[in-house]
C-alpha cells in the first residue's frame, strides 16, 4: 500500500482527511502513483500535472524520503521506502511569497 | 414572494448573498472553495437551482464547479480545456509570437433554452461548449481560427474572454469580447466568427482603428433589444446601435471615461450603469469617491450616483464583471470591489448600502431574481 500527502486543498477536493492509502499495480513511480491517485479520486485530475502535456504543474513538488523528487524522471521507481509504505508519497503546494 | 440571490465570485471563495424583494436584510453565506479563486459564478435562466462555478488557483490550475440546489452543495465536473487542432501563437506583450496556452475560465455563460449547455470564456482567449452540464468541453475554434488570432495580445490581465453576450431574439447570434483583441459576434451558434470593432478608436495601437487590438473591458445588453450593445472600452465608452457592426462614442458628460464595467437596467433598456475608474494608471475612482453614473437617454447625458457610496478616501476598482441588475419591479443594481464590499441598490441607482463590507476581492457579481 502506497502512502500519499497531499496538499490541504486538494485533500478538501478530494474529500479526504489525512493521508490517502492506495494499491498502485506494476511498478512504482512518480507516474503510477499520480495515475492511481487520478483514478481514486477523478477530481484531481489536471490539478497535479496537465491533462494533455503530463507535466507537472509548476508550483507543485513531488517528495519523499527528504528528497525532491520533482526534477526527475517520473518513470523511475520510487525509493523502497515509499513502495514498502514506510514512507508516504508526498505532493506538496509550493511556498510563494514573501 | 419574490427572492434576490447574488453569486459574487472572489480572489479567496464564492459567497452566496440572499434576500427577499425589499433587499434590506441579507443572509450570507460561503466562502465555498475557501481558498481558491472564484472568476465567475452564474445561474442557468432555465433553472435557477442550477449553478456554474469557475475555481482556479496558480498552484492547482481550473476546475469546473457544478451546484443542482443553488449552491448548497457542489460536484466539481470537467476541467478539461484543450484547444482544438495545435493552438498556434498570438502576440506577446512584446510583439513576439506566443504559443497559445490554456490558462483559466473568466466566465461562464449557462444557455438561454438549455439547462445542461453552457458556455466558457477563457485564458488564453477562445470560447469553450459543454452540452453536459460542464462534463465535456469543446472548443468554438472557429473564433480563435478565423484569422486574426495570432495578431492578438494580452492586456495588462492576460489575453482573455471575459463576455459572452446570447442573443435571447436568436441564439445562434453570440457576442464576445476578449482583452486586448476587441469585440467579435457570431450569427452561426459559434461556428464562424467576425470582428465587429468599427468606430472603437484606442489611440495606444498603432492602428487606432484597427480590426483588431482593441482593448474592450466589458459589453452589455437589454434582453429585450439585443441589437442594441453598450461597450466600457479600455478609454471610451462607446455604443452600437446594429448588433456590432459599427459603434459610437458615448462617454458625454462622464467624469473620465476610463472603467472595466457596464451594465443595463432591467425595464429600460436605455438606462445605463458604469462606473468610471481614474485611468489604465491609477485604478480607482477620481478624487477618492465612488461613484456610479447613470445615463437615462443611452448614453451621453450621465449622472453621478452617490447615495450611501463612500465619497472620500475611496481607492477601490470595480472589475468587468463586478455588476450586475436584477428584475424586480424596482430594478436593484449590485455591484463589487476590489476592497470586498458588495454593494445594493434597490431603486436602480438612487440609493446604496453594502451588504457586505470585508469579502476578498471581488472579481465577480450574478444576480438571480427568484419569483
Same mark, same amino acid.
Given at each position: 500500500?502506497?502512502?500519499?500527502?497531499?496538499?490541504?486543498?486538494?485533500?478538501?477536493?478530494?474529500?479526504?482527511?489525512?493521508?490517502?492509502?492506495?494499491?498502485?499495480?506494476?511498478?512504482?513511480?512518480?507516474?503510477?502513483?499520480?495515475?492511481?491517485?487520478?483514478?481514486?479520486?477523478?477530481?484531481?485530475?489536471?490539478?497535479?500535472? %496537465?491533462? #494533455? /502535456?503530463?507535466? !507537472?504543474? +509548476? *508550483?507543485?513538488?513531488?517528495? $519523499?524520503?527528504?528528497?525532491?523528487?520533482?526534477?526527475?524522471?517520473?518513470?523511475?521507481?520510487?525509493? %523502497?521506502? #515509499? /513502495?514498502?509504505? !514506510?514512507? +508516504? *508519497?508526498?505532493?506538496?503546494? $509550493?511556498?510563494?511569497?514573501? | 414572494?419574490?427572492?434576490?440571490?447574488?453569486?459574487?465570485?472572489?480572489?479567496?471563495?464564492?459567497?452566496?448573498?440572499?434576500?427577499?424583494?425589499?433587499?434590506?436584510?441579507?443572509?450570507?453565506?460561503?466562502?465555498?472553495?475557501?481558498?481558491?479563486?472564484?472568476?465567475?459564478?452564474?445561474?442557468?435562466?432555465?433553472?435557477?437551482?442550477?449553478?456554474?462555478?469557475?475555481?482556479?488557483?496558480?498552484?492547482?490550475?481550473?476546475?469546473?464547479?457544478?451546484?443542482?440546489?443553488?449552491?448548497?452543495?457542489?460536484?466539481?465536473?470537467?476541467?478539461?480545456?484543450?484547444?482544438?487542432?495545435?493552438?498556434?501563437?498570438?502576440?506577446?506583450?512584446?510583439?513576439?509570437?506566443?504559443?497559445?496556452?490554456?490558462?483559466?475560465?473568466?466566465?461562464?455563460?449557462?444557455?438561454?433554452?438549455?439547462?445542461?449547455?453552457?458556455?466558457?470564456?477563457?485564458?488564453?482567449?477562445?470560447?469553450?461548449?459543454?452540452?453536459?452540464?460542464?462534463?465535456?468541453?469543446?472548443?468554438?475554434?472557429?473564433?480563435?481560427?478565423?484569422?486574426?488570432?495570432?495578431?492578438?495580445?494580452?492586456?495588462?490581465?492576460?489575453?482573455?474572454?471575459?463576455?459572452?453576450?446570447?442573443?435571447?431574439?436568436?441564439?445562434?447570434?453570440?457576442?464576445?469580447?476578449?482583452?486586448?483583441?476587441?469585440?467579435?459576434?457570431?450569427?452561426?451558434?459559434?461556428?464562424?466568427?467576425?470582428?465587429?470593432?468599427?468606430?472603437?478608436?484606442?489611440?495606444?495601437?498603432?492602428?487606432?482603428?484597427?480590426?483588431?487590438?482593441?482593448?474592450?473591458?466589458?459589453?452589455?445588453?437589454?434582453?429585450?433589444?439585443?441589437?442594441?450593445?453598450?461597450?466600457?472600452?479600455?478609454?471610451?465608452?462607446?455604443?452600437?446601435?446594429?448588433?456590432?457592426?459599427?459603434?459610437?462614442?458615448?462617454?458625454?458628460?462622464?467624469?473620465?471615461?476610463?472603467?472595466?464595467?457596464?451594465?443595463?437596467?432591467?425595464?429600460?433598456?436605455?438606462?445605463?450603469?458604469?462606473?468610471?475608474?481614474?485611468?489604465?494608471?491609477?485604478?480607482?475612482?477620481?478624487?477618492?469617491?465612488?461613484?456610479?453614473?447613470?445615463?437615462?437617454?443611452?448614453?451621453?447625458?450621465?449622472?453621478?450616483?452617490?447615495?450611501?457610496?463612500?465619497?472620500?478616501?475611496?481607492?477601490?476598482?470595480?472589475?468587468?464583471?463586478?455588476?450586475?441588475?436584477?428584475?424586480?419591479?424596482?430594478?436593484?443594481?449590485?455591484?463589487?470591489?476590489?476592497?470586498?464590499?458588495?454593494?445594493?441598490?434597490?431603486?436602480?441607482?438612487?440609493?446604496?448600502?453594502?451588504?457586505?463590507?470585508?469579502?476578498?476581492?471581488?472579481?465577480?457579481?450574478?444576480?438571480?431574481?427568484?419569483?
Amino acid at each position: 500500500m502506497i502512502r500519499v500527502v497531499l496538499p490541504a486543498h486538494l485533500r478538501t477536493l478530494a474529500k479526504v482527511t489525512g493521508e490517502v492509502q492506495l494499491d498502485v499495480p506494476g511498478e512504482v513511480t512518480t507516474r503510477s502513483v499520480l495515475d492511481a491517485i487520478e483514478a481514486r479520486y477523478p477530481m484531481l485530475s489536471g490539478t497535479i500535472r %496537465d491533462h #494533455v /502535456t503530463q507535466q !507537472r504543474r +509548476p *508550483f507543485v513538488r513531488f517528495f $519523499a524520503c527528504e528528497e525532491d523528487l520533482s526534477h526527475g524522471s517520473v518513470d523511475t521507481p520510487l525509493p %523502497d521506502a #515509499v /513502495t514498502a509504505g !514506510r514512507e +508516504p *508519497f508526498i505532493v506538496l503546494g $509550493a511556498i510563494a511569497g514573501g | 414572494m419574490s427572492k434576490v440571490r447574488v453569486l459574487v465570485g472572489t480572489r479567496k471563495g464564492a459567497f452566496v448573498l440572499a434576500s427577499d424583494g425589499k433587499r434590506e436584510k441579507w443572509d450570507v453565506s460561503g466562502p465555498h472553495f475557501a481558498g481558491w479563486e472564484i472568476y465567475h459564478v452564474k445561474g442557468s435562466p432555465v433553472d435557477p437551482n442550477r449553478l456554474y462555478a469557475s475555481q482556479s488557483s496558480s498552484w492547482f490550475g481550473q476546475l469546473i464547479q457544478r451546484s443542482n440546489d443553488a449552491g448548497k452543495t457542489w460536484e466539481p465536473v470537467g476541467n478539461k480545456f484543450v484547444y482544438d487542432g495545435i493552438p498556434g501563437t498570438h502576440q506577446w506583450y512584446d510583439g513576439t509570437a506566443h504559443p497559445w496556452e490554456f490558462k483559466r475560465v473568466w466566465h461562464l455563460e449557462p444557455s438561454l433554452t438549455d439547462v445542461d449547455t453552457v458556455y466558457a470564456g477563457v485564458e488564453d482567449a477562445a470560447m469553450f461548449r459543454s452540452t453536459d452540464a460542464g462534463a465535456n468541453w469543446v472548443e468554438l475554434s472557429g473564433l480563435r481560427g478565423h484569422g486574426t488570432g495570432p495578431q492578438w495580445a494580452p492586456g495588462a490581465g492576460g489575453m482573455c474572454l471575459h463576455t459572452i453576450l446570447i442573443d435571447p431574439s436568436d441564439p445562434q447570434r453570440i457576442f464576445v469580447a476578449i482583452s486586448a483583441a476587441g469585440a467579435f459576434r457570431t450569427d452561426d451558434g459559434g461556428q464562424t466568427w467576425r470582428p465587429i470593432t468599427k468606430g472603437l478608436n484606442s489611440v495606444h495601437i498603432p492602428d487606432p482603428a484597427a480590426e483588431v487590438g482593441h482593448c474592450v473591458h466589458r459589453i452589455a445588453m437589454h434582453p429585450e433589444r439585443p441589437g442594441v450593445l453598450f461597450m466600457q472600452k479600455h478609454w471610451d465608452v462607446m455604443r452600437s446601435d446594429n448588433a456590432g457592426d459599427s459603434w459610437h462614442e458615448i462617454s458625454g458628460n462622464l467624469p473620465t471615461d476610463f472603467g472595466f464595467t457596464i451594465d443595463v437596467h432591467a425595464h429600460e433598456p436605455d438606462t445605463v450603469y458604469v462606473v468610471p475608474i481614474t485611468s489604465d494608471s491609477l485604478h480607482y475612482p477620481p478624487d477618492g469617491k465612488l461613484r456610479v453614473y447613470r445615463s437615462r437617454t443611452g448614453g451621453n447625458e450621465w449622472q453621478a450616483l452617490t447615495n450611501g457610496l463612500p465619497q472620500s478616501d475611496c481607492y477601490v476598482n470595480v472589475l468587468r464583471d463586478a455588476m450586475a441588475v436584477d428584475s424586480l419591479d424596482s430594478c436593484g443594481i449590485y455591484f463589487g470591489t476590489t476592497g470586498g464590499q458588495v454593494y445594493a441598490s434597490p431603486d436602480a441607482g438612487d440609493n446604496w448600502a453594502p451588504i457586505v463590507r470585508d469579502l476578498p476581492p471581488v472579481l465577480s457579481v450574478e444576480v438571480q431574481t427568484l419569483t
